[in-house]
């Protein structure tokens, strides 16, 4: 049933497209090198031209109360109608393409989008990207999990003035493998003990100066492994801090 529907897709196509685009018709198919002829004389099903991995996509929608349970309350530096579901595609540590879902301001939604096309079309893998909500806002538990979230109405770490996720301004990118560590060089989180030292090779990995550090330095974002003392290698959020 795929395959004819695709069938009819490159139909369809190639006639609305009329003379704008020479139509690719696949060739019959023939067995290729390495393969056993088929038994069936019934050609392979037409083949799109792109066979790759879809298109990074992204969609900025108004972000309902009922969707930030944990995450929003009244009294929160940002209101929630200020924020904005950012649901994008991202690229799997499982080599597939996936959608997630983020919550950021509505100032910094093209920031985002624009750093997360780039990441896609690298190739760049993030394990995980669920609201914190799914964890009931313990930022705990997301970086347990492995979990790339952005808004989170909480006090910075060891500190009582709000994070800057708690204004949508700040993003955390694969904890584990990016985590927090203290100016004594520890981290709060078992699986991310091997991950603590920059700069190091690895999947998902943030280290100084790389493509990703400069993908959020073009519009603006500051990575939090420059900070003096405790480096935070997940964090980056709009204007530093
Ligand atoms: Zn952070």
Known sequence: MRRAAALALVVLGTVSCGAGQPASVPAPATSAPGQEAPQSPTPAPATPTSTGPPEFTSKVSRVSRDRLPYSWRPGCPVHYRDLRLVTLTYWGFDDK????????????????????????????????????DAFEADDFDSIDANNTSAFNCRRATGSSNWSNHAYGEAIDINPQQNPYVTASGGTAHQNAKKFTERPIKGKGVINPGDKVVKAFAAVGWEWGGYWSGAKDYQHFSKGGG
């Not at 910094?108 to 896609?120: G, N, S």
């Open 97 to 132: 393409p996936h959608t997630g879902e983020l919550v950021v301001r509505d100032t910094v939604t093209d920031d985002i989008e624009t750093v997360f096309e780039k990441l896609y079309d690298w190739r760049w893998p993030i394990e995980q990207m669920k609201l914190v």
